[in-house]
């Protein structure tokens, strides 16, 4: 977790990109810099910074948020930083360099950061843009709070050099078999995969194709879940290199 006491940086006249407010330490102590993380203070992140300081309350425009923390990567394990939410634009940066932008409050997005990070000390800076436009949404016009910063956790995450990047288990049409499908992500694709759902006693294996996907239907009888018996059932899903366990409901539709 990267949550906790961030430095921040108004900046209502959208200096920082001319400047680059990147973190950049001055050459020497009596370097003048029109800005300092250093002596900057703090926000608490995940949260707006409209109800942590009574001068931002209002404040609609631009703040640069900088997290300095310690990190020790693992061999062979990929790394990925994760926001949970920032509102509205964010740009960010590890140690000045840019990794890319992301527009929309209410929606986690992350980035690939391995190979990025250093061994020991590094630098994390967001740059946080709640102001609205005509075009955007929300827009001008609409009665709407609108909160600005880091609102939701952020987050370091390894994982295996291949792991489970998405998959679906669910209830066929028909309703005789389950079925879904796994997708692996990393350069060792060619895996076998295990489904298991011991209460079922289903163990099924499978093989992902050249792009890292494999199919699967397996019959089966459920108890189906409905809000007066909400029925859930372990399903283990296992590659080589990577696991997932997870709580799922097989629910009818009916049409």
């Known amino acids: 977790s990267l949550n906790g006491n961030w430095k921040y940086i108004i900046d209502p006249m959208e200096n920082g990109l001319r400047?680059?407010?990147?973190d950049k330490e001055p050459a020497s102590k009596s370097t003048y810099r029109s800005y300092d993380f250093n002596a900057a203070e703090s926000l608490t992140v995940p949260g707006d910074w409209n109800?942590?300081?009574?001068?931002?309350?209002?404040?609609?425009g631009t703040i640069w948020y900088r997290k300095k923390f310690e990190y020790q990567p693992a061999n062979g394990n990929r790394v990925f930083l994760h926001f949970g939410a920032v509102n509205y634009e964010s740009i960010v940066y590890l140690n000045g360099e840019e990794l890319?932008?992301?527009?929309?409050?209410?929606?986690?997005?992350?980035?690939?950061?391995?190979?990025?990070?250093?061994?020991?000390?590094?630098?994390?800076?967001?740059?946080?843009?709640?102001?609205?436009?005509?075009?955007?949404i929300p827009e001008?016009?609409?009665?709407?709070?609108?909160y600005g910063g880091i609102k939701r956790p952020v987050t370091l995450i390894e994982s295996p050099a291949t792991?489970?990047?998405?998959?679906?288990?669910?209830?066929?049409?028909?309703?005789?078999?389950?079925?879904?499908?796994?997708?692996l992500d990393g350069n060792n694709l060619s895996q076998q995969i295990n489904i298991e759902i011991p209460e079922l006693n289903i163990q099924e294996s499978v093989s992902a194709d050249a792009a890292g996907k494999a199919k699967f239907e397996i019959k089966a009888k459920p108890v189906y879940w409905s809000p007066e018996n909400p029925k859930l059932y372990t399903v283990n899903i296992t590659s080589q290199s990577d696991k997932i366990s997870e709580e799922i409901g097989f629910r009818t539709i009916e049409t």
Do not use: C, M
Not at 19 to 22: A, K, M, Q, T, V
Not at 51 to 60: A, D, G, S
Not at 140 to 145: G, K, M, V, Y
């Open 19 to 22: 400047s680059r407010f990147l």
């Open 51 to 60: 109800t942590q300081r009574p001068e931002l309350l209002y404040y609609e």
């Open 100 to 136: 890319g932008k992301h527009v929309g409050g209410y929606t986690p997005f992350n980035f690939e950061i391995t190979g990025k990070l250093r061994e020991g000390n590094n630098s994390l800076v967001v740059k946080a843009d709640n102001k609205r436009h005509r075009e955007g």
């Open 140 to 146: 001008l016009i609409f009665d709407w709070w609108n």
């Open 163 to 183: 792991f489970i990047r998405d998959y679906s288990v669910q209830l066929s049409r028909d309703r005789k078999n389950i079925e879904g499908w796994i997708q």
